[in-house]
């Protein structure tokens, strides 16, 4: 849930967040020449296409997925090792 950035634009990837782009997404492709003002974790503003929109989910999709890759990764170090360090690996 730390956020990734897309596009120099820093992007919240919390639950809520994922959702609200996958339906800005949803829309995009309902209606490709429609453009989404889409609020940046830092406050700011951003027009996004079609194609931005469908872009920006890749990219959460992506942080998500390799920060489940590599909970998956930790599970059995730390079941083997209640010491383990479980800092490392996580996507940025």
């Given at each position: 849930?730390?956020?990734?950035?897309?596009?120099?634009?820093?992007?919240?990837?919390?639950?809520?967040?994922?959702?609200?782009?996958?339906?800005?997404?949803?829309?995009?492709?309902?209606?490709?020449?429609?453009?989404?003002?889409?609020?940046?974790?830092?406050?700011?503003?951003?027009?996004?296409?079609?194609?931005?929109?469908?872009?920006?989910?890749?990219?959460?999709?992506?942080?998500?997925?390799?920060?489940?890759?590599?909970e998956?990764?930790?599970?059995?170090?730390?079941?083997?090792?209640l010491?383990?360090?479980?800092?490392?690996?996580?996507?940025?």
């Amino acid at each position: 849930i730390a956020g990734t950035t897309w596009s120099g634009h820093p992007v919240a990837t919390d639950r809520q967040s994922q959702a609200l782009v996958m339906g800005a997404l949803l829309a995009t492709m309902q209606n490709p020449e429609v453009t989404i003002d889409w609020k940046m974790v830092d406050g700011s503003f951003v027009t996004l296409s079609a194609t931005d929109v469908a872009a920006m989910a890749v990219a959460v999709r992506t942080h998500v997925q390799a920060a489940f890759d590599n909970e998956k990764a930790l599970v059995p170090v730390v079941t083997a090792n209640l010491d383990a360090d479980i800092s490392a690996g996580w996507p940025a």
